[in-house]
């Protein structure tokens, strides 16, 4: 089951309605030519443009969704089974559920080892560096023909870590009989490898098994073909839905990583939101595929593991999908409620509103532009009449003393001098106009002094009266 990208584009703009398994296109990596530093605008074909638009849109999503992983509590006492000691992934489960990163969720200090001989694995299991990395200190055997263990051995194990090869489903039966039965198991970790021949059907069935008897414990399930050498975190994968699988999961012949599929299935122990999970994972080694862009942007913005891991089970490409065509729509708008009438008259009432405003702005502008106008001929008539005096005779004051002091003069010499030029006012009626003002003028001087002599009435009675 992979998602290319063709299909992938389809998704956004139809549906996200998980698609069958596409014809295998293993298109061009031209994203990655950008960093050649040639000429690259023509290069592209519209496939490659879209497939970058699609990158980018990733690379928000990622930065987006950067989510705290819960952590579910895991107890004290760690069991594995289903490992092979001959086996690399035997190692590798120990060094995944003892690493140091991991000590902050995989709380352990009792690593239990379950083995068909013990003596044989501690002689494969226990590597030169156990001692220093603590290893030593925690692993136990238990001994067992299958990679069930007894209820005796379970006692006091909180969190079980089994492997189950070649897709058995039988296997898996078991298993969740045995946690159901144990009463300290409380959370489980099941990887299933080697499932290239499962189908959806088989899957659901295993599914529905899983899901119906498992009420004491929590578990993910993490389903892959067979394993291959690839070590962890170098290709790209994705993790779907057992239920999302539209006929087989796996390609004839596809492997997928034993190292990458350990780190996913332990770190899905600590992972709260995996809980109750039941996926798979393919590897994808195209870059330009969603899932490639998805672990390539995690890995570029710093993601740990577990955050990448919790990314991919909770939320896969499909999330992932979901969330940029989320991103991608309109925000809604508010319904209308308004009859057509209601709407015309209200936007007719607001277009009347925009003229009466433009106009009153307009008017404005041309007093102010006016305003303007006069004050610049004022001052053009007060700097002559300046000059004109002091031709005559020494002024005693500066030029912008003797300006203000008659700026109410100038002003209406401006405004006369403005009407005139507009021939609405001819030099008759702008003697009238300065017989006026100067009329008004002594009105307003006799009306001050009247108010001054008053004032100075009243207080010299005051003065008197004080005697
Ligand atoms: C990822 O999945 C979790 C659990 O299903 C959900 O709570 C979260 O909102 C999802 N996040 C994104 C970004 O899709
Ligand atoms: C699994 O299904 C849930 C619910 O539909 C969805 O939110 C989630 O993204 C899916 N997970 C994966 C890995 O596709």
């Given amino acids: 089951m992979k998602l290319h990208l063709p299909l992938l584009l389809s998704t956004i703009t139809l549906s ?78 120990l060094d995944f559920l003892n690493n140091e990163e991991a000590k902050l969720y995989f709380p352990f200090d009792s690593i239990v080892a379950h083995v068909p001989d013990g003596k044989i694995a501690k002689k494969r299991m226990i590597g030169r560096n156990a001692r220093y990395t603590g290893l030593l200190d925690k692993l136990e055997f238990s001994e067992g023909e299958t990679l069930i263990p007894t209820m005796e051995q379970l006692a006091g194990v909180n969190s079980w870590v089994v492997h189950v090869a070649g897709g058995d489903m039988d296997v898996l039966g078991k298993v969740v009989e045995a ?57 790209a994968y994705g ?16 492997t997928f ?24 994972a393919n590897a994808f080694p195209d870059k330009t595929s969603v899932e490639g862009m998805l672990i390539q942007s995690m890995r570029e913005t710093g993601f740990s593991r577990i955050e990448e891991v919790g990314m991919m089970v909770m939320n896969g490409s499909k999330g992932c999908m979901q969330l940029i065509e989320d991103m991608s729509k309109p ?32 008017e404005e502008q041309k007093v102010q532009e006016r305003q303007e106008k006069i004050e610049t001929r004022a001052r053009k008539w007060a700097e002559r ?14 030029q912008d003393e003797f300006i203000q002091m008659i700026w109410d003069r100038a002003l209406l010499e401006g405004e006369l001098e403005m009407r005139y030029d507009d021939g609405d006012i001819d030099p008759p009626e702008m003697e009238e106009k300065r017989r006026q003002w100067k009329e008004q003028q002594r009105e307003k001087s006799k009306a001050t002094l009247a108010a001054n002599v008053q004032r100075i009435q009243e207080m010299m009675k005051k003065e008197i009266e004080s005697y």
Wanted: proline share 5%; charged share 30%; net charge neutral.
């Fill in 385 to 398: 009449e300046f000059y004109r005096r002091s031709l005559r005779s020494r002024l005693e004051m500066r």
């Fill in 239 to 254: 993790v779907v839905n057992a239920t999302d699988v539209a006929e087989v999961p796996f390609a004839a012949g596809e």
């Fill in 16 to 93: 996200a309605a998980f698609l069958s398994p596409p014809p295998p296109t293993h298109s061009t990596t031209a994203l990655y030519q950008r960093s050649l530093g040639f000429e690259t605008r023509n290069l592209y074909t519209r496939e490659e443009t879209e497939q970058m638009k699609v990158q980018s849109k990733v690379r928000h999503y990622i930065r987006k969704i950067r989510s705290k992983i819960a952590i579910t509590p895991l107890g004290k006492k760690v069991l594995v089974s289903g490992f092979e000691p001959e086996d690399p992934s035997a190692t590798m489960v």
């Fill in 257 to 280: 990583s034993r190292e990458e599929s350990l780190r996913i299935v332990t770190e899905c122990l600590a992972i709260n939101g995996a809980k109750g999970k039941f996926v798979v």
């Fill in 179 to 235: 946690a159901e039965g144990a009463v300290d198991v409380k959370n489980v970790a099941i990887l299933v490898s080697g499932a290239g021949g499962v189908d959806q059907k088989a899957l659901a069935e295993m599914e529905g098994m899983v899901k119906s008897k498992a009420t004491s414990f929590d578990y993910t399930v993490v389903v892959v073909p067979e394993w291959n050498d690839v070590p962890e975190a170098q290709c």
């Fill in 331 to 362: 925000r809604a708008t508010p319904v209308d409620t308004r009859t057509p009438e209601e709407k015309a008259a209200e936007e007719a009432k607001a277009e009347q509103l925009r003229k009466e405003r433009r106009a009153q702005m307009l």
